[in-house]
């Protein structure tokens, strides 16, 4: 079996790299604090009840993703959605594994050619 085109290789692996940074629940969790409005870090360590320096490791993950941006006002730093990322992550995610793209004989229940799959007491072994 052949692999996958070159542009749904890109695809799958743009996808993997944002699906492994946002794999840590509490960098969905920031994520999706930060999908409510921009937020001092102040007010994140509030949110998530965790320490400021494992709070900074994972803002400074999704930064370096691209998933979030910061900006500085006098002595706090406020972070927000980058708009564009989250947008190419939702278009990875449905070139990859969107519905429209599962076909009729994917489906569950179906097997080889569209036959169904044996039964369990059909398997081999079976008692």
């Known amino acids: 079996m052949r692999g996958p ?3 749904i290789q890109e695809d799958f692996e743009r996808l993997a790299r944002f699906l492994k940074v946002l794999a840590e629940p509490r960098r969905l ?3 999706c604090l ?6 001092c870090v102040c007010e994140i ?4 009840g965790i320490s400021q320096p494992l709070t900074s490791h994972h803002l400074s993950v999704l930064a370096e ?3 979030i941006r910061s900006r500085r006002q006098a002595q706090r730093i406020f972070y927000s959605i980058v708009p ?3 947008a190419q992550l939702n278009a990875s995610f449905a070139a ?3 519905m429209d793209r599962l076909r009729p004989e994917a489906a569950y229940g179906r097997g080889t ?3 169904p799959l044996p039964k369990a007491e059909e398997l081999p072994g079976a008692a």
């Open 45 to 48: 360590l509030a949110e998530m």
């Open 84 to 86: 564009e990322a989250l």
């Open 5 to 7: 085109r070159r542009g």
């Open 113 to 115: 050619a569209g036959l």
């Open 65 to 67: 993703a691209g998933l």
């Open 96 to 98: 990859c594994l969107g």
């Open 29 to 31: 969790a920031i994520l």
């Open 34 to 39: 930060l999908m409510q409005r921009e937020m």
